[in-house]
Nanobody, 119 residues
C-alpha cells in the first residue's frame, strides 16, 4: 500500500519559515520524481517544486529564491523548505510521487497539509 504522509504545515507570520516533510512508503522511492503542489481556496492545484530521482529541481516562478526542495533517499522523504513566506503562499500543500517510463505511469498523492501565512 502506497502512503505519502505530509507534515510540518501550520500558521506562520509573513516573512517566516516552515519546512514541510513527506514520508513515502510502499514505493521504490529512488525511482520517483517527487513534487509539492498547492491549492488555495477557489483555485486549481498547481506545481510548486519538484525533484527528480537524479536530483534535478524545478520551481514555479513565484517561489524561486524562497523555497528549496530536497530529498533524503535513505529516509524515503522529500522536504520543502519555505522561507520569506507571503500571505499568497497560503494553501493546502500536497506531496506527489510520479514514476513514468513507457508504458507505465504511476502517480500518488498525499492527504495535504495546511499552510497559513497571516499576521
Amino acid at each position: 500500500q502506497v502512503q505519502l504522509v505530509e507534515s510540518g504545515g501550520g500558521l506562520v507570520q509573513p516573512g517566516g519559515s516552515l519546512r514541510l516533510s513527506c514520508a513515502a512508503s510502499g514505493i521504490t522511492f529512488t525511482r520517483y520524481t517527487m513534487g509539492w503542489f498547492r491549492q488555495a481556496p477557489g483555485k486549481q492545484r498547481g506545481l510548486v517544486a519538484s525533484i527528480t530521482s537524479g536530483g534535478s529541481t524545478f520551481y514555479t516562478g513565484s517561489v524561486k529564491g524562497r523555497f528549496t526542495i530536497s530529498r533524503d533517499n535513505a529516509k524515503n522523504t522529500v522536504y520543502l523548505q519555505m522561507n520569506y513566506l507571503k500571505p499568497e503562499d497560503t494553501a493546502v500543500y500536497y506531496c506527489n510521487a510520479e514514476y513514468s517510463t513507457n508504458p507505465t505511469a504511476l502517480n500518488y498523492w498525499g492527504q495535504g497539509t495546511q499552510v497559513t501565512v497571516s499576521s
